[in-house]
């Protein structure tokens, strides 16, 4: 028995803990008032902050974008007075004049929606980009009355577009150029202009910012990328917790505010709670946060906590003593009590009543305890004979409790006639009917429909006469739930072996029935998408073949595979692909009949079998719907992807008489649309599957080549125009089989790209090139530089700086004397990892061309951003400059502006005298062309430099 609480004991509990909730109440109510005070104080010091920073950056902002238009304004004005000066000259008419000047300014872009306009003084447009309001007079509109009085200068205005909800602030930059009174005026968003503010203007003012002494101020942009931070660099989420990235996205959507959160920088030990207030700068896409840890902001706070715990302390002390004084007083004569009352334990419970002598209340408990000891030896007695009784009864139950309440089963008695005499908890668990409505019904309350009068009637009969029955049957919960269960029926006989009663034990099957049905569904179903796999294909198409032989009917397989549904996983996440599988398939089903059989192979391929197909009709009419069901984006999670499929289709009895054949034939019609362009369909033929075979027979053939070395390296010469010297060499890849015969690139090239062997090959080439341009400057100390193509697939891999760094330590080849060129496809795929891959390749020393410069879609902003040191302008562009002016107005434009980027050139393709000697007017830059030499072999090469005055070591 657990020992009470004494008297003593409960005073102190009692004094103590009135004294603390005074305490308490009035500590609490202090301390909330000061902690208010404290809190106020703090937020306005961290909203002051922002504010200083804002009006900060928003400073140095101007200043750049005044910068900025009045460099691009003057650029093209100095242009603009050079052509003028080609028609004083008399050297083209003042109409050619302004046509060049205009198309000047037409071509400059500002920003990505920036651009240059010219009116005349009186509000006139002269040249816009939009030819519809050329011509047109605008000298009512307000900004255009301040350049009319201005001329020259910087002017802001807002400005609303058509086709735009609000305004928005302009700001332009105007020059005049009194010969043709044009005013100039190079005019953008302000929001666009966010990447020309360098950071590093205000980057040690906001990290000088001393926050309460303990915290500081930080910028990132709208997708927590870091801006300036003191201790933190790259993106927030990278630091950030699961609840911290929660609140980093509040953060972003609500703008501006105060939030409360707990944070951990890389040198700290443990999480730290933090204030932060935070601001945004709509002009830069900039949020602005300025924190401080609130351990030390309210240390205030903490040391009013401890004062508290101190002053408790020393009550509760002094409580204890003044209610150890106190309980004394009481419980001395009660002791006295305890102790009469334990020498009586001691002696056997042979209780002898107290000596009542006192009058108070002492006195009264000790009569009531005699009254209680003369009642206690009567319910002793009576105690021992009923104990007696209990135990032969709890002898005779034991076996009963054992079987009943221990029992996972359910178990019910029942007499001869098969009334319910008793059932166990597990019976009431498993049917829903209590002991107390079960017993003295008949069994038949479980009775379902699932089985006839037959077969109880033979149950009945294996009983009677067997003694026994077990076996599946289908009973019914008193909820009506039909439910299976395995029953086992005994009689149980007396001692001259005549039944007396019946027990029947059973448990619920149901769990095991549903694990079996969910086995043979998943054997036979996709687990992604609830499709039909390709075995229970296989096994309906197996069917419908037998069907279709015998009513003399079509069958049609349509193989799909989704289209570039790998960038999708690469992108967005393996979870969003799922979804967008999941979103096809649900596609799929809806243009299709309930007959029809929608399958999902695996990855991103899928499989529809449409039977009684009477005519090829109805087969494109089917595809058809299919493709206009890819017409519309997939919307995942907020995010929209277009994705298209290519189609390949077999037809029963045409393309195989079998399944295997039929499934073959639609997979390699499905190849065939993926080499056509994607987004297409195709019947099957029996040439695809030569074509298939003969392309097998290539990637085996490259394999073996890559082992043979059978991979060898020509070179193309780059000629200075000026001084038509050799500056460097193109490292081509070129396939010479063992029998001499040459296969160019374009006929492995992108095999190699989608198989993946172009990693192998470009290591090869890459290694050979360097290996052999080490060979030309020792043996003739010529100084060339080195460019070597390198596809999308190498850049992919992971390991390729590394690489690259390995080929030139092993060769101790200068890196500054080797060049990558890229395609403007792949600079611009992904633009963030592709600067980041650049950057390590010129940290290593190798600089970047961009090939076939001009016929992509690259950013101009980003251009001058990445690691790009030379433009090769495409062969299309050349072959049409002597006589498309169009074609010579676009060369000399990359040309004047990789001047002004100082960026090198190299004109590809180069074949005659006239385009050389329109190249050569058009400023200082690298020819590569048959003009001066074709691709050729190490020894060759050696040969045609040994004719040329080269540049030495």
Known sequence: MPKRLSIRIKLFFIYSLVATAVFLCGFTIYYIHVKSHLEHQIKNALTLSNASITALIKTVGTVSIKIHLRTIAEKNLEIIDHIYQDFQDHLITEKEAKKQAANLLLSEKIGRTGYIYVIDSTGEIKVHPKQDVKGQNYAELGFIQKQLIQ???????????????????????????????????????????????????????????????????????????IIIHPKLTGNMMDYATAENKTQIREIIAQKKGMVRYFWKNPEDQVVKEKLMAFDFIPEFDWIIASSTYTEKAFAQLLEMRRIFFVILAASIAVIAFVSLAVSTSITRPLTRLIDHLNVNMNQGWQLQPLDSRRKDEIGDLESSFNEFVGRL???????????????????????????????????????????????????????????????????????????????????????????????????????GQAYPEFLNISAIRNKNGKAKNYMAVFHDISEMKTKEKQIEYMAYHDPLTGLPNRTLLKDRLEHAIIRARRDAKMIQLIFIDLDNFKNVNDTAGHAQGDELLKEAAERLDNVTRASDTVARLGGDEFMIMVTDVDNMMEIIRMVKRIQESFSAPFNIDGKFFHVTCSIGISVFPEDGDDAETLLRHADLAMYHSKEKGRNQYYLFEQKMAKKIHQRI?????????????????????????????????????????????????????????????????????????????????????????????????????????????????????????????????????????????????SQIGISTAIDDFGTGYSSLAYLKQMSITTLKIDKSFIDDIVDDDNALALVETIVLMASKLNMGIVAEGVEDEKQLKILNQLGDMDIQGYIFARPMPLLELECWLSEHRLPHV
């Open 151 to 225: 001329k020259n200068g910087y002017l802001e205005y807002w400005w609303k577009n058509p086709e735009d909800n609000e305004k928005h602030p302009k700001a332009l930059h105007m020059t005049y150029f009194e010969p043709w009174d044009w005013i100039i005026s190079a005019s953008s968003y302000k929001l666009e202009f966010s990447q020309l503010v360098s950071v590093e203007d205000f980057k040690d003012s906001v990290l000088a910012m001393d926050i309460l002494g303990t915290g500081y101020a930080f910028v990132c942009d709208s997708r927590a990328n």
């Open 377 to 479: 030896e009567t319910y002793k007695r009576n105690l021992i004979t009923e104990n007696t009784i209990r135990k032969e009864t709890e002898i005779r139950l034991q076996l009963f409790e054992k079987v009943f309440e221990n029992a996972n089963e359910g178990i019910t008695i029942t007499d001869l006639n098969g009334n319910i005499q008793a059932v166990n908890q597990a019976f009431t668990d498993i049917t829903g009917y209590s002991a107390q409505e079960a017993v003295g019904q008949n069994p038949r309350i479980l009775k379902s429909d699932r089985h006839d009068h037959a077969f109880y009637k033979s149950m009945w009969q294996v009983l009677t006469i067997k003694g026994q029955w077990s076996g599946e049957i289908w009973n019914r919960k008193k909820s």
């Open 697 to 841: 027979e290539m990637e085996m053939n490259m394999r073996t080549a890559i082992e043979n070395d059978e991979f060898q390296v020509y070179f193309q010469p780059q000629v200075n125009i000026r001084t038509l010297k050799p500056v460097g060499l193109e490292a081509l890849v070129r396939w010479i089989k063992p029998d001499g015969a040459v296969v160019l690139p374009g006929r492995f090239i992108p095999l190699a790209e989608e198989s993946g062997l172009i990693i192998p090959i470009g290591k090869q080439i890459l290694k050979k090139a360097v290996e052999q341009i080490c060979r030309i400057r020792e043996k003739n100390q010529l100084d060339l530089m080195l460019s070597v193509n390198v596809s999308a697939r190498q850049m992919d891999e992971p390991s390729f700086e590394k690489m690259a760094a390995g080929i030139i330590k092993e060769t101790s080849y200068p890196p500054d004397r080797l060049k990558i060129e890229i395609t403007e496809s792949l600079l611009m795929r992904d633009i963030n990892t592709t600067m980041t891959r650049l950057k390590k390749l």
